[in-house]
Structures are given as structure tokens and as C-alpha cells.
T-cell receptor, first 109, second 114 residues
Framework: LAKTTQPISMDSYEGQEVNITCSHNNIATNDYITWYQQFPSQGPRFIIQGYKTKVTNEVASLFIPADRKSSTLSLPRVSLSDTAVYYCLVDRRGGKLIFGQGTELSVKP | DGGITQSPKYLFRKEGQNVTLSCEQNLNHDAMYWYRQDPGQGLRLIYYSQIVNDFQKGDIAEGYSVSREKKESFPLTVTSAQKNPTAFYLC?????????????FGPGTRLTVL
């Protein structure tokens, strides 16, 4: 399964836009890219999923370039409650997801 | 409410004892998963089941066992053979195994072995 690489940690301030980039060089043709958010001592929560170009929902946007070897999760105007760990995963047919270490986002006042 | 329940939230056991963690879902999902999370780490797959009465080992299955007798239930037994059982255990389910099917997680069980 395609391995993902993302920054270990990021800092931001309230009201700023945060972009977290993930690389997945070995992504296969049929793979999807999925992002999850996890708060301490809770299960991960699905944020967004995409295949190519741009996907937007009520909480985030996902940008995927044409070669699909990377993706960027964009969180608009973050607040303190967005402080969490964000995981990028490659989702392949068969249902097995591989989680990396994730990116620990810290939002400051 | 539809969702995944795990019980208990906190569990304490003495070393050498087997312990079973419960996972129930009422989402009518076919696939269910068990993950382990250690402090500061990502999730690692223990076992998964794509259909009733069938399951496969994940990346760290040694010392664990599962059963899938009912679609809605996927209990995990942590046996005395698991050398470092203290961890946060997460159960998840998914409607299918096609790409694009979202995986939903339960609230987790924190197991501490004394």
C-alpha cells in the first residue's frame, strides 16, 4: 500500500488558513486520498476524500495535482478547536488503510 | 443513533490475564477493523473482517484473536501472549471495501495492564 509522508507538526494562529501537504509517491491508479482528524483519546474522524483536482466540503478543501503524488489539506480560518492530529491516507480497494504518524496541528490564540 | 460503540472506555487487567474488548455497530456495515494506537504514534492494524465468519490478520496480529459471528459485532481478545498490551484500541467499520467507502471509528478503549 502506498506510504504517505507528512510533516510531524505545524503551528498556526486563530483565523489563519492552514495547509498540510502529504506526499504519496507510489499511489496507484485506483487509489483515493483520505484525510482524518483525531483529538486526544478519541477515534479518528473522517474529514475529506478525493481522487483528483479539488474537493471541498463544509470543513476543508483537498487539492490534488494532476500527477496525484501529493495532496494538500486546506483548513480555512482555523480556531483553537482545530488543534488535533491530521492523518493522510491512501485508500486502496480491499479496505485496508495504513495510517502514518500524522501531523500534529497546534492552533494558538 | 447509528454508530459504533466500544466498551468499556477504560479497562484495567493484571498481567497474564486474557481480556476481551467489545465493538458493536448498527450501521449495517460489512467490514470491521481493529487498530492499536500507542502514545504519539499512528494507528496500526491488528485484524480486519470483510464479511461475517471471515477475518484476516493485519500488521500486528500476534497476541490477539478475533471472531465475527454476527455482522454487527467484532470482539477483540488480547491474550497473555501479547507482550505489550497497554494501549488505546480503536474499532472501525466500513460499508464495503471499495475505494471511496469511508471508515468510521468508535470512541476507543484504553487498556492498561498492571
Amino acid at each position: 500500500l502506498a506510504k504517505t509522508t507528512q510533516p510531524i507538526s505545524m503551528d498556526s494562529y486563530e483565523g489563519q488558513e492552514v495547509n498540510i501537504t502529504c506526499s504519496h509517491n507510489n499511489i496507484a491508479t485506483n487509489d483515493y486520498i483520505t484525510w482524518y482528524q483525531q483529538f486526544p483519546s478519541q477515534g479518528p474522524r473522517f474529514i475529506i476524500q478525493g481522487y483528483k483536482t479539488k474537493v471541498t466540503n463544509e470543513v476543508a478543501s483537498l487539492f490534488i495535482p494532476a500527477d496525484r503524488k501529493s495532496s494538500t489539506l486546506s483548513l480555512p480560518r482555523v480556531s483553537l478547536s482545530d488543534t488535533a492530529v491530521y492523518y493522510c491516507l491512501v485508500d486502496r480497494r480491499g479496505g485496508k488503510l495504513i495510517f502514518g504518524q500524522g501531523t500534529e496541528l497546534s492552533v494558538k490564540p | 443513533d447509528g454508530g459504533i460503540t466500544q466498551s468499556p472506555k477504560y479497562l484495567f487487567r493484571k498481567e497474564g490475564q486474557n481480556v476481551t474488548l467489545s465493538c458493536e455497530q448498527n450501521l449495517n456495515h460489512d467490514a470491521m477493523y481493529w487498530y492499536r494506537q500507542d502514545p504519539g504514534q499512528g494507528l496500526r492494524l491488528i485484524y480486519y473482517s470483510q464479511i461475517v465468519n471471515d477475518f484476516q490478520k493485519g500488521d500486528i496480529a500476534e497476541g490477539y484473536s478475533v471472531s465475527r459471528e454476527k455482522k454487527e459485532s467484532f470482539p477483540l481478545t488480547v491474550t497473555s501472549a501479547q507482550k505489550n498490551p497497554t494501549a488505546f484500541y480503536l474499532c472501525a467499520s466500513r460499508s464495503g471495501t471499495s475505494v471511496g467507502d469511508t471508515q468510521y471509528f468508535g470512541p476507543g478503549t484504553r487498556l492498561t495492564v498492571l
